[in-house]
């Protein structure tokens, strides 16, 4: 292991119903803004139930509705003009991974004096920690499983063919609501969405060198087994709530920080996958089933003692040479991202050879020139995969 | 699953030479009480070390030795009372999980204005929160990996021949160094004592009955198999760091909450292996070696299915009929528990059927009179089971 800190104050209050403690869980006399999506928070009632929670006590509620998935900086900057004018002292998150992680980008730039006017350099740090001192505390009631950021300090903001990161010690939100029931209205394709975007948070912390990390490696594979048994099953029986809860739990541990604690992590598949999502509009957990399966195969033998062992565990795999074994741990990664609706070739989203160079244009441009945990993902490398994933 | 809230605050620094960290964690200013133990501490140069750390920027330090295993009651008010005489706004604990048990005691007491004069009722407030306002800032630096105090809210007191437990919102500690380099000259005897612990916490939240808690169930099967693999390994070769490091982590996951987060625990062991540390000074881990083994075999049946289970994943035992199986699991662990230098027996304590009654009046005295997952373990139960361990 390396060394580490770990840091994670987010109360999850989990549960069929856990809505009534919403009261319990917001300031007092708190000037609250509600943000959330395209208005599915809306139609199936949550946002109402939200309204009639926070009105129990005395507190003035404002709402900012539209943040869209993959929420862009100019839409984000309305909701902080707004919460500047009205005074706002606490930010409820109704919705997934881009109302929730649109909210940290909020919560930081509010009161982000040296930024005012210039806002958008708070999202030129990267994965170091916006240097903003006063952020506003937030909290989230979550109506898709995928993302983690209920219980991270961080977030994906788009800005033109942009998507960039924000961190901040103090953007964890300092609740999140997670009662599964309230996710059985999702469409199937949301559902799967989150099914293979938290299984590739876990392959993503897990599958580098060993690291002397058995605990995580282990919670690493008891999380993907338990994605790969619930998935296929709240996706066929959206009610079935001892499926969903376990998919909800699961995504939420993929990326609290838990998994990567002491270990050096390989990002590649996010961070090429933003790039397709920025430039192609593929929604990002379709662009990470169709890149894993290509990192995995160019990657084979820096991974090689993963992959097997990962076959191993995950897959029960125990017999055939080294390379079948690892052919087939990749062929049960990409029947399982099939059977939860996934397509896993970038050809079937009309993305061709000739736009690889334009891929690899925006990765040099962000940085991401030296990939993997052991930054030895070039450009070329890059190319490789994207060639390997059409 | 039940519902279930989880909240953890703690700020865990792990890793070699990580004490470093301390000067930045400890408030500037404060007037710093380090509590510590029995005077290993001092021999192994660590409390120097927190000292000259703690020198590093303008603080007041104060110290309060000699808190003993199984932390009494009037030993730790001797603390509170330098502490209030001196107005000490943070205690740093240097020691292992009486000392941490303790500290937390005091933070609590400290400013426990309306039970001035009558502390002894803090402790009667059991599995509650201890009603108490201001409880002052508390961090560790752990010298003994074993009952994850470092990582959780609650603690264990002696007080004449009772044990009793707090519990307060606010006793997390703030930060918890976890350098396991400061492990290495522990006794072999207190390596298992840690071993042993942390096994057992594990144990007592998986070992009840199928809960729908896939995600729970597999985290605690990776720390049982992590602590079966790297305790004799660390017991052998104690400044192997990988295998220590491994232990440590496992310790403190083991009681962090993530284990019983939704699930109905069984903590039987625990609660009667008290009574036998409070009449017969047996040591915690070494009561719980003794009991544990009896509980399995007398909750056969009520346990049956995570019997098989915990067979089957953590010891490989997929052949014979199903009480083989599990009998073989509980051989297992037996083997195991004598592997790292316990005996499984009562009797190798000098304890006897004729003492069995009064550990069962120190349980019906302590309301332990419907213990287990099930509620359902009556003073009869418990006798059965103190029998079987004999």
Known sequence: MQKFTFFNPTQIVFGKGQMQELDALVPKNARVLITYGGGSAKRSGVLDAVKKELMQSNRTVFEFGGIEANPKFPTLMKAVELARMEDVDFLLAVGGGSVMDGTKFIAIAIHAEQFMGKEEELLHFGFSTVPVENVVPLGTVVTLPATGSEMNNGGVISNGTDKLTIFHRDAFPVFSILDPELTYTLPKEQVGNGIVDSFVHVIEQYLTYPQNAPVQDRIAEGLLQTIIEVGPTTLANPTDYDSRESLVWSA??????????????????????????????????????????AVMRQRKDQKREKLLQYGE?????????????????????????HEVGFT???????????????????????????????????????????????
């Open 313 to 337: 565990r995950v897959w029960k795999i125990c017999t055939g040479t080294e390379d079948e074994r690892i052919e087939l741990a990749i062929q049960k990664t990409e029947e399982f991202f």
């Open 252 to 293: 939420t541990l993929a990326l609290n920080g838990l998994l990567s604690a002491g270990v050096v992590p390989d990002w590649t598949s996010h961070m090429i996958g933003h790039e397709l999502t920025a430039l192609h509009h593929i929604a990002h957990a379709r662009s990470l089933a169709v890149l894993l399966p």
């Open 344 to 390: 896993t070739r970038l050809s079937d989203y009309g993305v061709s050879k000739s736009d690889i160079p334009a891929v690899l244009e925006n990765l040099e441009k962000h940085n991401m020139t030296a990939l993997s945990e052991r930054g030895d993902i070039s450009l070329d490398v890059s190319r490789a995969i994207l060639e390997d994933s059409l």
